[in-house]
């Protein structure tokens, strides 16, 4: 069968190798190129121990504390307010106990596959020293809040995440880079990270090109699904499929709109700064608890990231987020680098309201595949998707229940 695959993110090429795997011809179109967009610069962690949705009452108990700081983890622009209120009209019903357990249930079966099939692409690769498996810790400067988060380490170990409660002497002992502001972390010993989010897409990409995998750089603007797949495009002729999957993260609500499904799928915009060659300042990720950002030891260099902006695609940079973060970040690190010797970043999250991405057939047609929305856990979910966009291109049963993440959901 001839698939086009909407998206040269990590996302779109972990699906065209599982597609190449069942012997589809596949074709990558994207309108810049292989990890271009949020591929390109995020935390670089494959966090599949995370199985609690974004959203929940803990989240919106903590969102006007936020919003009091214009600076802070989370912010609203004030030129996105109204374009925004569906979207969170439906995160704050995504909220409610009864979704959350759902949601939960959900998260953790999609999580669950995440390490597996990375494990396998990356053998079939030969990429496995890309992946680096020291585990990541959640660290605490307030003894309350790790006190209020023990609820959410018994949901992890009852769902078989390992996490080991650490004082502050053996966050010390792990991290001797960081200060002592540190009253205790939680660690995650099972959790892993890649050497660089952009350099293990470019493998992926790099690799598919040598299995045949082809590469159109193009703009789709629409599909068409009778009386055959009909992908148009800007500027250039329409291309013809035999099935076609939706994988153009922030950019792919209008192309589900084309096929008949109108996704709430907007974008939490990330902001970080990367330090190239400080790579002895961590051993493993890092989650500053309460504050809103990580940081991580990329090959490459220290690079910290996080919050969240809400402002929509188009809406430029607000890059005294960044400052305002590395501010944080030297009150927890003891040597950090000049804000000057670093290179700051902001990429889009496609995100959708109850935190879980958009996997399964559109309302037109069974030849065409949704799968995007991930959120924060694109990469980590990444190869997990390819898997089960491949069960569904060969009408077979996923390896898990996919109900939560139907794009007829909403």
């Known amino acids: 069968m001839k698939v086009a695959v909407i998206g040269a993110g990590i996302v779109g090429l972990a699906t065209a190798h599982a597609l190449a795997d069942e012997g589809h011809v596949v074709t990558v179109i ?11 610069g995020n935390a670089g962690m494959i966090a599949h121990t995370d199985i609690e949705p974004i959203a929940s009452p803990k989240m919106l108990r903590q969102v006007p504390r936020f919003l009091m700081d214009p600076l802070g983890p989370l912010t609203i622009r004030k030129e996105y307010l109204l374009p925004i209120l569906p979207w969170l009209t439906r995160l704050i019903l995504a909220s409610r106990p009864s979704e959350i357990e759902k949601s939960i249930t959900a998260l953790t079966a999609i999580q669950s596959l995440a390490m597996p099939s990375w494990d396998r692409l990356s053998r079939q690769l030969g990429i496995e020293s890309m992946i680096h498996r020291r585990g990541c810790l959640f660290l605490f400067d307030d003894r309350s809040l790790m006190q209020s988060m023990k609820h959410h380490f018994e949901l992890q170990e009852k769902a078989g995440v390992s996490v080991h409660l650490l004082d502050a002497s053996e966050v010390r002992q792990m991290e001797p880079g960081l200060t002592d502001r540190f009253v205790g972390a939680a660690f995650f010993p099972d959790s892993a990270h890649v050497s660089d989010p952009r350099a293990i897409t470019l493998a992926l990409y790099e690799a598919a090109r040598a299995r045949s995998i082809d590469h159109l750089k193009a703009e789709i603007t629409s599909i068409e699904t009778e009386p055959t797949i009909r992908l148009n495009a800007k500027d250039q002729d329409a291309v013809n499929v035999d099935a076609v999957v939706i994988a153009a993260g922030a950019w792919s609500k209008e192309l589900a709109a084309s096929v008949g499904d109108r996704i ?10 990367t330090f190239p060659g400080a790579t002895r300042l961590l051993n493993r990720p890092v ?8 940081s991580s030891p990329l090959d490459i260099g220290l690079r910290i990231g996080g919050a969240v902006e809400l402002g929509g695609l188009h809406l430029p940079p607000n890059h005294e987020r960044t400052k305002a973060m590395y501010q944080k970040a030297g009150r ?35 030849r065409v595949v949704h799968a995007f929305g991930h959120g924060h856990y694109g990469l980590t979910q990444s190869a997990a998707t390819g898997r089960l966009v491949a069960d569904l291109i060969a009408e077979r049963a996923p390896a898990i229940d996919l109900t939560r993440f139907s794009p007829q959901r909403f």
């Open 332 to 366: 927890f690190f003891r040597d950090l680098p000049a804000f000057e010797d670093g290179t700051i970043w902001m990429g889009f999250r496609p995100s959708i309201p109850d935190s879980l991405p958009v996997i399964g057939y559109s309302t037109k047609s069974r």
């Open 287 to 294: 989650s500053f608890q309460g504050h809103g950002f990580v």
């Open 264 to 273: 709430p799928l907007d974008t939490e915009r990330g902001y970080n700064i």
């Open 30 to 40: 994207d309108r810049e190129g292989p990890a271009a967009g949020t591929s390109r």
